[in-house]
């Protein structure tokens, strides 16, 4: 197999039948899709939400959570709302046909299928998912630094929340703040700021570990979502892209810069609620701090103490004792 070849698209089939299982496999099988099955709608709900395939093949009639209701609850959530759902149904009336496409569904196939139509249909819902997705994609990228933008790390946080929710995992942010940067601009021209801004950005990118999502957060703001660790990997994580930013000389007109960034980082460990805001609102109060300890450093958010926030240093003797 050619390793460069890229991953084949997911289709999740949802019926009740294996003999509808065996059937859809069969005829997509010229379609190099990956075909995967679960039997009832809980099942089927779960495994979208875990896996975020390409497109589901949704059965109306299932022995628990009906079809209707499936498409429903993926709808709402953001981490599947933009799948696409072909219902395979028996019914033809024109009423449920309305209430699918309502919920969300691109199109319906009729029981028993036309083994043609079925893959045109499928083929046109993928084709047209992955036209979204280079657009959603476009959309959600700083044109400056290419790192993803504001708008993505609000939308993959609400998913990688309530990922860490309902497997109780972990997850933490750093947010970080270039030092004296109106200074830079100032001094040196936006230009000069703007270059700043992009070898942080590399950074950032270069220092982080390879499951991390590095945002630019706005201005000379940045973000890193950390997914699976608690806050004394994510600390660790800040304290290292600090020291890098550092050790980087900046150069201008034979002049050599020095700059530097401040980090707040916080976790979900002891937060309650557990939300979007109440992450980045602890993140965004250990950032304050280091600014106001004299910048160039990190500050963590204690868990379990909502209030309390210490240095890197500080949180490393604590560790050790």
């Known amino acids: 197999m050619n390793p460069e070849a890229p991953n084949p698209n997911r289709v999740l089939v949802v019926d009740d039948s294996e003999f509808i299982h065996e ?42 959570l009906n079809g209707f209701e499936v498409c429903r609850q993926l709808k709402e959530r953001a981490e599947t709302r933009t799948i696409p759902v072909i219902f395979l149904t028996g019914q033809s009336d024109t009423a449920a046909k309305v209430r699918g496409l309502d919920l969300g569904a691109v199109d319906y196939v009729i029981k028993p299928f036309d083994d043609v139509e079925l893959r045109a249909r499928v083929r046109a819902a993928l084709r047209t998912k992955r036209l979204q997705d280079l657009l959603q994609q476009q959309s959600f990228l700083d044109g400056l630094t290419g790192l993803w933008n504001r708008g993505y790390l609000d939308h993959r946080l609400e998913g990688e929340l309530n990922i860490a929710r309902r497997y109780e995992r972990r997850l933490s942010l750093l947010l970080g703040d270039i030092d004296h940067f109106k200074r830079v601009n100032d001094s040196f021209g936006h230009l000069f700021g703007d270059y700043v801004i992009q070898r942080i950005a590399e950074a950032l990118s270069t220092h982080a570990r390879r499951s991390d999502i590095a945002c630019r957060y706005g201005g000379e703001e940045f973000a890193l979502l950390l997914p699976s660790a608690g806050i004394d990997e994510a600390a660790l994580v800040a304290e290292r892209l600090r020291i890098a930013v550092e050790a980087s000389p900046f150069h201008l007109r034979g002049t050599q810069l020095q700059v530097t960034i401040s980090f707040g980082v916080a976790s979900t460990e002891g937060l309650d609620p557990v939300t979007n805001e109440s992450l980045i609102a602890r993140a965004d109060r250990a950032l304050y701090n280091a600014k106001e300890a004299g910048r160039n450093c990190v500050h963590i958010c204690v868990p379990d103490q909502p209030g309390a926030i210490c240095s890197f240093t500080d949180f490393q003797s604590q560790l050790s004792d």
């Open 23 to 64: 059937l859809v496999r069969a005829r997509l099988r010229e379609e190099g899709l990956q075909v995967e099955h679960q039997l009832t709608g809980e099942a089927g709900l779960r495994h979208a939400i875990d896996v975020q395939p390409d497109m589901i093949l949704l059965d109306i009639e299932l022995p628990d």
